[in-house]
């Protein structure tokens, strides 16, 4: 199984800031994902980041909002940009096993926007 | 638009019971998990599904995938407390990219 870290835990911000979530992983993996999880609700894709090309946002979700960094195999970043209290959500990463037959999340990281 | 539905939304159940969680999805996929998460915590891997005709069980806790009535069930045997948590189901239609979809979620309480 895969060890996924992710800082920060959780954080407040004040609107109109902006914030960088880090997703650290013990072992090389192809895709990194990034999730978000509003309040009571389920988890929603936000986008794919491959290292070494774009990330892949899904309907919804825009680079300038959510831009991603995936500089190697082991690491990715989201930013939430220009931040509203509608983006206080829990942020989660997530990658693929190495058998391909599992997905794993990070602790993610509480965001509380005021 | 790939669509992953469960049912019930809202669960509570009396300690020694069983029940079924469903969990419905709107298109192809022979990859089907489910996830336990507990309140502001991340999400536990409870079981991985690759084909029709799948079951598995962890303890009081089985999962079946049918992928051919696109249907998923969660049972629960003889609930205890500890089981309390949110289930979620999630498919995969990545080809094994595990790039997932979740479910609406099963908020389950166990009442003593």
């Known amino acids: 199984s895969a060890v996924i870290s992710q800082k920060p835990s959780r954080d407040i911000c004040q609107r109109g800031t902006s914030l960088t979530i880090q997703c650290q992983v013990d072992?090389?993996?192809?895709?990194m994902f990034w999730y978000r999880q509003q309040p009571g609700q389920s988890l929603t894709l936000i986008a794919t980041?491959?290292?070494?090309?774009?990330?892949?946002?899904e309907s919804g979700f825009v680079i300038d909002k959510f831009p991603i960094s995936r500089p190697n195999l082991t690491f990715s970043t989201l930013t939430v940009s220009n931040m509203s209290p509608e983006d206080s959500s829990i942020y989660l990463c997530?990658?693929?096993?190495?058998?391909?037959?599992?997905?794993?999340f990070g602790q993610g990281t509480r965001l509380t926007v005021v | 638009e790939l669509k992953v539905e469960q049912n019930p939304l809202f669960l509570s159940m009396q300690e020694g019971k069983n029940y079924t969680i469903y969990c419905n999805y709107s298109?192809?996929?022979?990859?089907l998990y489910w996830y336990r998460q507990d309140p502001g915590k991340s999400l536990e891997s409870l079981f991985v599904?690759?084909?029709?005709?799948a079951v598995k069980q962890e303890g009081r806790l089985m999962a079946s995938l049918d992928t051919k009535a696109r249907l998923s069930t969660l049972h629960i045997t003889a609930a205890v407390h500890d089981l309390s948590a949110t289930y979620f189901c999630?498919?995969?239609?990545?080809?094994?990219?595990?790039?997932?979809?979740f479910g609406t979620g099963t908020r389950l309480t166990i009442i003593p």
């Open positions: 997530s990658v693929n096993g190495q058998l391909g037959t599992e997905a794993f």
């Open positions: 072992s090389q993996v192809t895709m």
């Open positions: 980041a491959n290292q070494g090309s774009e990330a892949t946002y």
């Open positions: 298109t192809t996929s022979d990859r």
């Open positions: 599904l690759l084909s029709n005709g």
């Open positions: 999630a498919v995969d239609v990545s080809f094994g990219n595990e790039k997932l979809t």
